[in-house]
C-alpha cells in the first residue's frame, strides 16, 4: 500500500459529502439500445419518434358499409338510399376493389377503407346484403380513423427521461419502434467478507453465522431493476480477497463488498483497495469505505447486516438510480416521537420505528434503541433520518418517518 | 357450440360484478417453496419461525480483552488490574481455552466468547500484550450480544402476507431460513388475435399493423411480478384458434387473449369458448368476456389497445395480484376538472387526464375525448373513473385522479 492510500485512510466523511464524491466518481450510465419488450421500467436516454403513421392507413371505426358520404346525404329513417354492395373487405385484408358511385362495400372494423370511400355507415343502420338500403345518412370521415390522425411518423411520442411503463411500450410499438436507447442499469457484484460466514442453507457450525448481506443486498439490487451477481464469501486473506475483487469488477459494473471496513486487526479491505474515503459520519454505517478501481466504483460496507442495510439505502442506492436515470423516491410520513431520543453530534444518524394510530394522528416508537440487529426491521414500518447536528428530540415532537415497504 | 353457451352469450355485467365473477371462479392462490433470494416481493403464504438462535453464540461487541468482569472490578484510569492474555479468538473462530481467574483473551468484533469470559473490555481502555493492562470496569455482560438475544429458535419472525422485502430477507437468513412458502404468482400467456395483426419489428404490408397488445401487456403482466409468455399472433380460424388456447393453458396457469371479443362477423373467441359473461358495462372495454377451461381463467379483451389496456388494469390487474397474495395499490389525487365532461348512463367510464398545477391545486384536462387510441397514453398523468350512474361532471368540480407511472 502506497503512502498516498495511508493518508487518506480514516478520511471520514459526512452522507452528503459522500454521495457527492461518488457522483462525481462514478460519473456516466451507460447508455444502450434494448428491444422494447426488454425495456419495462427503464428509462429512455433520448426522445423516440414514430417510425410510421399511426394508423397506418385510413381504418374502418365501425363494422358497416364503406360508402361515399354524398351518396347519403338524402337518406334518413322514413327514405333509404340503395347502395350496391361490391364485397366484404375483412381486418388485414388489402381492399381491392373501388367504391364509385351508388356502390359501397362491407367493412369490419379496422378494416381498410377502400378506394373512393370516405366514410362508413354502422351496419345497423342498413338492411339487405346485395342491394343495401342506408337509413342514415352520414358526413365525410364520418366513422373512419384516417392515417397519421393518431400519431405521423417522425413525431414525437416520447421523451428523454421517460420511463418505459407498459403503456409507454404499447405508445412505442403504436409507433412501429421496436428498440429504444435506454439507460442500462448497471450490474452490481456483491461480495461478502468476514472468517465466521458461512452460506445460508448449509449447517451451522459452531462459532461460525450464515451470511446475512449476500442474500439481502442481491435482493436489495434487484429491487432497484440493477442487476445483481453474488460473488459469494471472499476468502479471509489479503491477496485472495484482492483477486477476488478484480473478477468481480471484470464481471460487473460495480461492486459491493461487505465487511472488513473497519480498521481492526482483522479488517482487510482498506488495506486492500486505494481509498476516496474510509469512514462515514452516519450511525450506523461508520465503517464504510469507497474506491475506484480500474474506473469502477467498489462500496466497502459494514458487515452487520443493519448497518450495510442503511448504508445500502442511503448511499448505494441512489447512486445506482442515478446511473440508470432514474431518482429516488422515498415516501415519507409524519408523525410525532413517542419517547425521548438522544443522538450523537456530528453523527446523522438512522433510527428504525414502528408506525401506530393515535388521536387520528401517527405515533412513532423507536425500536429497542442502540440494539444493532438486522431483525429488528422485522417490526420496522420506517425509519428517522437524524441530522448531524441534531442531539435531541422529545416526546410528542413532529418527525418525518422514511417508510420502509411492508 | 352448446345452447347453454349461446345462452351465456351477450351476458353484459358491470365491471364490479365482472371482478366477483371472477374472483368466485379462479380462487386458490398457488402456494410453493421457493429459495429466500429467489423470494424477493412475493408474499408468505405463512408465518416463519427462526431455524436458529440469532445471534448464534454469545458475540463480543467489540474488539477487545474477553474477561471475567468480576476480575475488572477494582480497574480505572489510575489503578489499572493486570491480567494474563492466552490468546486470541478471530471472528469465526472457535475458542479453545478458557479464561479462568485474572486471565483474558484477545478478541475480535464478532468473535465466540471465549468459556468463562462474560464480559468485553474494549481495546481503547487496554494496554499490553502479554501481561494487558486493564484500563476500566466492565460488568457482566457488558458489550456481549447473548445468543439468542436478538431472536430465539422457533420464535415467530415473520408474519402471514408479509412481503419479502431486501429487509425481510434478510430477517429470515438471520433466523437461518432458506426457504419460504409464498403465494406463487401466476405465469401468464398472452395470446393475440386478429388478421390485421403483425408482429413488431419486421416490415408493415398495406392493410396490417403491428401487434401492440402482445408487448404491451406482457410487460404489464411482468410489472405485477407474475411471469408472462407471449404465446404470439394466433392464426385466424376457429378451430387453430382453439387449439392455440388449448396449448397455452397446458403451459400457463391464466391466458389473456386480446381481439376478436366483439359479436362482429370476423370476432372468432366469443363461439370459440364456454362463456361466463360477456361484454363489460365500461367505455371503453365493452367487448371483454371471460372463461373458465379446464379449470384455468381465459380474459378475452377487447383488440384496441386502449380499451385492452383499461381492462387489464381494472379486472386482470386485480386478479393477478388476488392470487400472488397482494393488493392492488391505486395512488390517487384529487383535482379540479377543467372543462364539463359528460359520460354515458349505465357504463362506468375511464377517461385519461393530464394533470397540471394551477392556482396551488392540480387540474385534470381529459385527453381530447372520443379519441379511441393508445398513443394518448404518452400524456396521461392518470384517469378518471366515472361511476355507472354519473352523465356529467361540470368544469371545476373536484375528481379523484388514478395515477399512471409516468
Not at 436515470?325 to 453530534?345: F, I, K, W
Request: charge should be positive; proline fraction near 7%; glycine fraction near 12%.
Amino acid at each position: 500500500m502506497s503512502n498516498f492510500h495511508k493518508f487518506l485512510m480514516f478520511r471520514v466523511v459526512t452522507l452528503q459529502r459522500a454521495r457527492e464524491e461518488v457522483e462525481r466518481m462514478w460519473k456516466t450510465p451507460k447508455v444502450g439500445l434494448v428491444g422494447i419488450g426488454e425495456g419495462l421500467g427503464k428509462i429512455l436516454a433520448e426522445e423516440v419518434r414514430a417510425r410510421v403513421d399511426f394508423p397506418p392507413f385510413d381504418r374502418a371505426a365501425m363494422d358497416g358499409y364503406a360508402v361515399r358520404a354524398q351518396d347519403t346525404f338524402e337518406a334518413d329513417e322514413e327514405n333509404p338510399v340503395i347502395l350496391r354492395a361490391l364485397g366484404l373487405v375483412r381486418v388485414g385484408e388489402n381492399p381491392r376493389g373501388t367504391v364509385r358511385e351508388r356502390t359501397c362495400v362491407r367493412v369490419e372494423t379496422g378494416a381498410p377503407m377502400p378506394k373512393g370511400s370516405n366514410a362508413v355507415v354502422p351496419v345497423e343502420f342498413s338492411r339487405g346484403a346485395k342491394y343495401v338500403e342506408i337509413y342514415r345518412s352520414v358526413a365525410v370521415g364520418e366513422n373512419v380513423i384516417r392515417k397519421g390522425s393518431r400519431v405521423k411518423k417522425g413525431e414525437k411520442i416520447a421523451e428523454k427521461n421517460q420511463e418505459l411503463t407498459p403503456q409507454m411500450i404499447g405508445v412505442l410499438a403504436a409507433g412501429g419502434v421496436t428498440k429504444a436507447r435506454v439507460f442500462l442499469p448497471p450490474k452490481v457484484g456483491i461480495l461478502s467478507t468476514g472468517g465466521e460466514l458461512v452460506p445460508l442453507g448449509g449447517n451451522l457450525p459452531e462459532g461460525k453465522v450464515f451470511d446475512i448481506n449476500g442474500p439481502m443486498l442481491s435482493c436489495a439490487v434487484r429491487e432497484l431493476g440493477c442487476q445483481a451477481v453474488f460473488l459469494g464469501i471472499a476468502p479471509d486473506e489479503p491477496r485472495a480477497l484482492r483477486r477476488k475483487i478484480e473478477e468481480g469488477l471484470r464481471a460487473c459494473d460495480a461492486l459491493i463488498v461487505t465487511g472488513g471496513t473497519s480498521a481492526g486487526i482483522g479488517d482487510l479491505l482498506p488495506s486492500s483497495l486505494p481509498l476516496v474515503f474510509h469512514g462515514l459520519a452516519t450511525k450506523p454505517g461508520k465503517p464504510t469505505l469507497f474506491s475506484m478501481l480500474r474506473g469502477k466504483p467498489v462500496f466497502g460496507l459494514p458487515g452487520n447486516p443493519l448497518s450495510a442495510f442503511f448504508v445500502f439505502r442511503e448511499l448505494v442506492a441512489p447512486n445506482l438510480l442515478r446511473v440508470s436515470g432514474r431518482q429516488m423516491e422515498q415516501r415519507t410520513v409524519q408523525a410525532r416521537l413517542s419517547v425521548d431520543l438522544t443522538s450523537e453530534r456530528g453523527r446523522q444518524e438512522f433510527v428504525p420505528v414502528r408506525l401506530r394510530e393515535e388521536g387520528g394522528g401517527l405515533k412513532a416508537e423507536p425500536l429497542r434503541m442502540g440494539s444493532d440487529a438486522i431483525t429488528l426491521l422485522r417490526l420496522a414500518d420506517g425509519y428517522l433520518d437524524i441530522p448531524l447536528e441534531v442531539e435531541r428530540i422529545r416526546a410528542g415532537e413532529k418527525v418525518v418517518v422514511k417508510l420502509l415497504a411492508r
